[in-house]
């Protein structure tokens, strides 16, 4: 068998010239990294130019010693330039202004005021670039009036340059202004495609904690109860045992739970269908009411069930659909032996409204308060509606009644079922 090597990934091609021009124009210049490295490099640059300049053109006479000290201190400060652009544009134009002022070569030190004017123009406000500009020019025309009161040329060529490189910087610190506000607008795009998934996710957690709360409520209720009937029908009167009452007992435990297994399944398959555009599978809608009564009848409760609506939205009734079963599972599970429960669902002017109430034939059993009633009314709100659950007033009991929005119903369909267990034993 001839052996694999692992093939390494190709390294990063490093950015092209242009590129690297692009992102130095793009980035803000007080974040840019080793400014300023980049800046004493530039300084040192534009000295050498300026000495070579002051060197071979005639453009005034040649620095000598003191000369030479004022074009070097007007250079320095450009090492720093980023740090306090105002700061450090006076400390150039200091040194230079003397050094025009003494007629020495003028060309010489003009790219680094141009530098500095630059500097002030691309991260300075507009007001202060504009004041800055006509500083100089006006200073400009005082120096050119004493030193060299016949170069008008000389005077708007240098007006020229300034009033260019200043209108330059401003356009560079607007298009850059321009390219942050689309990497803002990018990224504050992304982080609210984040936290969307992420409430997506959150509320699809919540959703299936309902439904599994509901379900396994439910069924363990039921469950229990049946469970209750067999164990008392063995002990009532072991001597005289109603086989035919006990097997029927246990058929309806083994038809609740296969029932319940079948649910749980659906639940775990939606879950596990990951790559579907919307699992969320077929919901429950108030077809389903019959069975939830049929299975509170085999835990031993009478049930009169009307149903007097259809065509629902589906949100509105799967928000039905559990709400019942929750309060089936309650008055099961606290309303005392062969509770008395009514069921009521009817559309009416745009709204799906829901009873439950049962008789409290027994005491409550003291216990771990759960999350059934918090659940119904997150079922309620999440489609809009209202739901109030509490004692019946002027009598035993326990009523929930809930307002769900729905379209209203031209041909409502009318469904009356009265369940009524049957004794065991």
């Given at each position: 068998?001839?052996?694999?090597?692992?093939?390494?990934?190709?390294?990063?091609?490093?950015?092209?010239?242009?590129?690297?021009?692009?992102?130095?124009?793009?980035?803000d210049?007080?974040?840019?990294?080793?400014?300023?490295?980049?800046?004493?490099?530039?300084?040192?640059?534009?000295?050498?130019a300026?000495?070579?300049?002051?060197?071979?053109?005639?453009?005034?006479?040649?620095?000598?010693?003191?000369?030479?000290?004022?074009?070097?201190?007007?250079?320095?400060?450009?090492?720093?330039?980023?740090?306090?652009?105002?700061?450090?544009?006076?400390?150039?134009?200091?040194?230079?202004?003397?050094?025009?002022?003494?007629?020495?070569?003028?060309?010489?030190?003009?790219?680094?005021?141009?530098?500095?004017?630059?500097?002030?123009?691309?991260?300075?406000?507009?007001?202060?670039?504009?004041?800055?500009?006509?500083?100089?020019?006006?200073?400009?025309?005082?120096?050119?009036?004493?030193?060299?009161?016949?170069?008008m040329?000389?005077?708007?060529?240098?007006?020229?340059?300034?009033?260019?490189?200043?209108?330059?910087?401003?356009?560079?610190?607007?298009?850059?202004?321009?390219?942050?506000?689309?990497?803002?607008?990018?990224?504050?795009?992304?982080?609210?495609?984040?936290?969307?998934?992420?409430?997506?996710?959150?509320?699809?957690?919540?959703?299936v904690?309902?439904?599994?709360?509901?379900l396994?409520?439910?069924?363990?209720?039921?469950?229990?109860?049946?469970?209750?009937?067999?164990?008392?029908?063995?002990?009532?009167?072991?001597?005289?045992?109603?086989?035919?009452?006990?097997?029927?007992?246990?058929?309806?435990?083994?038809?609740?739970?296969?029932?319940?297994?079948?649910?749980?399944?659906?639940?775990?398959?939606?879950?596990?269908?990951?790559?579907?555009?919307?699992?969320?599978?077929?919901?429950?809608?108030?077809?389903?009411l019959?069975?939830?009564?049929?299975?509170?009848?085999?835990?031993?409760?009478?049930?009169?069930?009307?149903?007097r609506?259809?065509?629902?939205?589906?949100?509105?009734?799967?928000?039905?659909?559990?709400?019942?079963?929750?309060?089936?599972?309650?008055?099961?599970r606290?309303?005392?032996?062969?509770?008395?429960?009514?069921?009521?669902?009817?559309?009416?002017?745009?709204?799906?409204?829901?009873s439950?109430?049962?008789?409290?034939?027994?005491?409550?059993?003291?216990?771990?308060?759960?999350?059934?009633?918090?659940?119904?009314?997150?079922?309620?709100?999440?489609?809009?509606?209202?739901?109030?659950?509490?004692?019946?007033?002027?009598?035993?009991?326990?009523?929930?009644?809930?307002?769900?929005?729905?379209?209203?119903?031209s041909?409502?369909?009318?469904?009356?079922?009265?369940?009524?267990?049957?004794?065991?034993?």
């Amino acid at each position: 068998m001839q052996a694999t090597t692992p093939t390494t990934p190709p390294p990063p091609s490093r950015p092209r010239v242009g590129e690297r021009i692009m992102a130095a124009i793009n980035r803000d210049p007080s974040t840019a990294p080793h400014a300023d490295r980049n800046d004493t490099v530039l300084a040192a640059v534009l000295f050498t130019a300026a000495a070579c300049t002051a060197l071979f053109t005639d453009d005034g006479r040649r620095p000598d010693a003191l000369g030479w000290a004022l074009l070097l201190a007007g250079h320095a400060p450009l090492a720093r330039r980023r740090r306090r652009p105002m700061l450090n544009f006076c400390l150039v134009a200091a040194p230079i202004a003397a050094f025009h002022a003494l007629d020495h070569n003028h060309s010489a030190p003009v790219p680094a005021t141009m530098v500095a004017l630059y500097t002030i123009a691309t991260t300075g406000t507009v007001r202060r670039t504009l004041a800055t500009g006509g500083t100089v020019i006006g200073l400009g025309l005082v120096m050119n009036a004493l030193t060299n009161p016949e170069g008008m040329i000389e005077l708007l060529r240098i007006t020229g340059w300034v009033v260019a490189v200043l209108f330059c910087g401003i356009d560079v610190r607007y298009y850059r202004q321009y390219v942050a506000s689309i990497v803002e607008r990018a990224e504050r795009a992304e982080r609210t495609r984040e936290e969307e998934a992420r409430r997506r996710v959150a509320e699809e957690r919540l959703r299936v904690a309902r439904d599994l709360h509901d379900l396994l409520a439910h069924s363990i209720t039921l469950i229990g109860v049946q469970t209750s009937v067999a164990a008392h029908v063995l002990t009532a009167d072991p001597q005289r045992l109603d086989r035919a009452a006990v097997a029927k007992a246990l058929d309806d435990i083994a038809e609740t739970c296969r029932s319940a297994r079948g649910e749980l399944r659906t639940t775990l398959e939606v879950l596990r269908a990951q790559d579907a555009p919307d699992a969320r599978g077929a919901l429950p809608d108030l077809h389903g009411l019959p069975d939830l009564a049929e299975a509170a009848r085999l835990a031993g409760a009478s049930v009169h069930l009307s149903v007097r609506a259809d065509d629902v939205p589906p949100a509105v009734g799967a928000a039905a659909y559990r709400i019942v079963q929750e309060a089936l599972t309650n008055a099961v599970r606290h309303a005392g032996p062969e509770p008395s429960v009514h069921v009521e669902v009817c559309a009416e002017r745009g709204a799906l409204r829901l009873s439950v109430t049962d008789d409290g034939t027994g005491p409550d059993p003291a216990g771990t308060p759960g999350f059934g009633l918090v659940g119904m009314r997150e079922r309620a709100r999440s489609v809009g509606g209202t739901l109030d659950a509490g004692p019946r007033s002027g009598g035993t009991g326990f009523e929930v009644t809930a307002v769900l929005p729905a379209p209203a119903q031209s041909l409502p369909t009318t469904t009356t079922t009265t369940i009524t267990a049957e004794r065991a034993g």
